[in-house]
Nanobody
Framework: QLQASGGGLVQAGGSLRLSCVASGSITSLDVMGWYRQDPGKGREFVARISSNGGTNYADSVKGRFTISRDSAENAKNTVFLQMNSLKPDDTGVYYC???????????WGQGTLVTVSS
């Protein structure tokens, strides 16, 4: 229901842009965001954006990553993560996340792998 894309292999210092699209059956999403999971570890928060445009970032990515949301009326359930100045520590599977306005429903995408080589 959440389709993430844009991962890949990049050298340290490079950039990638992740995208996540919610399927048409999903509507009324409040917060959309990204989490990262390293092998053998739990998912950790990376960034999120609310329907009113408010953003939050993990300290480790502040100043390097930018989260945005498609402002087109028919595409507000699309979220992007622009990742610049990538570091090897940014390596992991990135999962798209979304929460309904009611707060009662949480969606997860299938994950997209980002590998940053040193």
């Amino acid at each position: 229901q959440l389709q993430a894309s844009g991962g890949g292999l990049v050298q340290a210092g490079g950039s990638l842009r992740l995208s996540c699209v919610a399927s048409g059956s999903i509507t009324s999403l409040d917060v959309m965001g990204w989490y990262r999971q390293d092998p053998g570890k739990g998912r950790e928060f990376v960034a999120r954006i609310s329907s009113n445009g408010g953003t939050n970032y993990a300290d480790s990515v502040k100043g390097r990553f930018t989260i945005s949301r498609d402002s087109a009326e028919n595409a507000k359930n699309t979220v992007f993560l622009q990742m610049n100045s990538l570091k090897p520590d940014d390596t992991g599977v990135y999962y798209c996340n979304a929460v309904s306005f009611s707060g009662t429903t949480t969606y997860w995408g299938q994950g997209t792998l980002v590998t940053v080589s040193s």
